[in-house]
């Protein structure tokens, strides 16, 4: 059995990166909460991040805390709940993305710059223009160095509330704050909601164009996965990798589970769906990031071992991912 990766903290959500040599893993940070379980993931009250490095992501670990790098009090806009961030490298500047509820509930993605990875970060006094819903990952692509943030989480996230026929000026389609309906779409020839994507400005701070729909298509047919297909379809989770000439959206199916994979050849789709990456481990969710680190790749995800379940004080864990000679993802059996 893998032993997690950091053991002093309650800690989910990895994205690791490279920086420097070292594997820098900004996750976030469970905490005890006797908010009620809910679906919108109200008992998810973190509220801070710490930032750990690693020059090995096997055992015996050596990981470091750097401490906090940053509380929702440092953020202008923010009321609360700091969920999944993720960090990218540009132009000597570290970047910290994050999101939270603005004053009035909403879910929207800031961003924080530092000058080393370990932090500390400084948020900007507003959220990036046309953001909405939560998981941003960032992804710079290695050839061009062109710049993309991923994002969208169903139920909680808010992302179902969010599909309006039009949007605002700054790209952000309107918010149903009375939504009373399901949380996605259901029944049978329903499309799946998609996770969003885009490209990044040269500062990193803005969105370049409006966020648009990252297709994820069903490979035996060629058409959209089926909101009903909760084996495959988008639920939250984004991350995005690549190898070779290939490019490659991994994500968490949401309540059935899995992580799972879509293979594409441009950042912004489509993808096409590729198969799963990890069966379902202890607690309710499951949110990954996948890294290259001397030549050999990595899988940081969660679980709750450490609280024997309880699905909001989760730990990070690594194991190693391997592919076949088809480029595609041998599957890793859960714990």
Known sequence: ?????ITHLYTADPSAHVFSGKIYIYPSHDRESDVPFNDNGDHFDMNDYHVFS????????????HGVVLRVADVPWASKQLWAPDAAFKDGKYYLYFPARDKEGIFRIGVAVGDDPAGPFIADPEPIPGSFSVDPATFVDPDSGDAYMYFGGLW???LQCFQGATVDAHGVPPFDASWSGPKEPAGEGKTALFPKVAPLSSDMRHF???AQDLVILAPETGKPIAADDHDRRFFEASWMHKRGD???FSYSTGDSHYL??????SPLGPFTYAGRILEPVLGWTTHHSIVEFQSRWWLFHHDCEI??????LRNVKVKELFYDDEGKILPIKSE
């Open 156 to 158: 909680g996230g808010q």
């Open 208 to 210: 370049a164009s409006p």
């Open 307 to 312: 609280s024997k379940g309880v699905t909001h």
């Open 1 to 5: 059995m893998t032993p997690p990766l």
């Open 246 to 248: 290939k490019y490659y």
């Open 260 to 265: 799972v994979y879509a293979i594409g050849d």
């Open 54 to 65: 690693t020059t090995t992501p096997e055992p015996p670990y050596d990981v470091i805390d």
